[in-house]
């Protein structure tokens, strides 16, 4: 069975630009989170998905971070502008359905880098 | 103070040592507690999960819970090289699915 994918590995961009990170889940799984760890700090969570709804983002830094997961299946996060302190590594995770196994499977993350 | 604190490291064991690796955290109401193991530039993967006071064994690895003091551990016995991460402390509340984490312990295992 195929774990959590993500795409790109590595994006570089300028202050200012548009990045659209992807990820999929393992297949079946409604829950999906995102989490993201900045230089030197810790994993922190952004939000989570169940199915194509959004169940709590309150995570989510600012108005320039746009998720979305259409069908209930792969996932979005778009950051427009980026800004510097955006840069870090985005990590998705999933798990299976709500009140099944709590257990999340994360991918390996997209390390984005503004500059 | 930060909601889950973890030995700061790095820290260096021999082969064939016991590595101890803590984790304190801040909420009372956290329910659940992971390990995670990430190897650099992959993905998190969980070693272990804990819910109950007391000892969780999967062969070479222990969590040990007290929830009293608020205080998770990870115990590896007869390190490997292999074992040489950075080791992530988890918890969850209850209500919620958010998984709050530590900043990680780097260990190194050498031979």
């Known amino acids: 069975e195929a774990g959590v994918t993500q795409f790109p590995s590595h994006s570089v961009i300028e202050k200012g630009q548009t990045v659209t990170l992807r990820c999929d889940p393992i297949?079946?799984?409604?829950?999906l989170y995102w989490y993201r760890r900045v230089m030197g700090k810790e994993i922190k969570f952004l939000l989570h998905?169940?199915?194509?709804?959004?169940?709590?983002e309150s995570g989510m830094p600012n108005n320039r971070f746009l998720a979305e997961r259409t069908g209930g299946t792969y996932s979005t996060l778009k950051v427009q502008p980026a800004e510097l302190e955006d840069s870090g590594v985005y990590f998705c995770?999933?798990?299976?359905?709500?009140?099944?196994?709590?257990?999340?499977?994360f991918g390996p993350g997209t390390r984005l880098t503004v500059l | 103070q930060k909601e889950v604190e973890q030995n700061s490291g790095p820290l260096s064991v021999p082969e064939g040592a016991i590595a101890s690796l803590n984790c304190t955290y801040s909420?009372?109401?956290?329910?659940?507690f992971f390990w995670y193991r990430q190897y650099s530039g992959k993905s998190p993967e969980l070693i272990m999960s804990?819910?109950?006071?007391g000892d969780k064994e999967d062969g070479r690895f222990t969590a040990q819970l007290n929830k009293a003091s608020q205080y998770v551990s990870l115990l590896i016995r007869d390190s490997q090289p292999s074992d040489s991460a950075t080791y992530l402390c988890?918890?969850?509340?209850?209500?919620?699915?958010?998984?709050?984490f530590g900043e990680g312990t780097q260990l190194t295992v050498n031979p």
């Open positions: 995770a999933s798990s299976p359905r709500p009140g099944g196994s709590d257990t999340q499977y």
């Open positions: 297949s079946g799984h409604d829950n």
């Open positions: 998905f169940v199915k194509e709804s959004k169940q709590d």
């Open positions: 909420d009372r109401v956290s329910q659940s």
């Open positions: 804990i819910y109950s006071n």
């Open positions: 988890a918890v969850k509340r209850k209500s919620g699915s958010r998984l709050t």
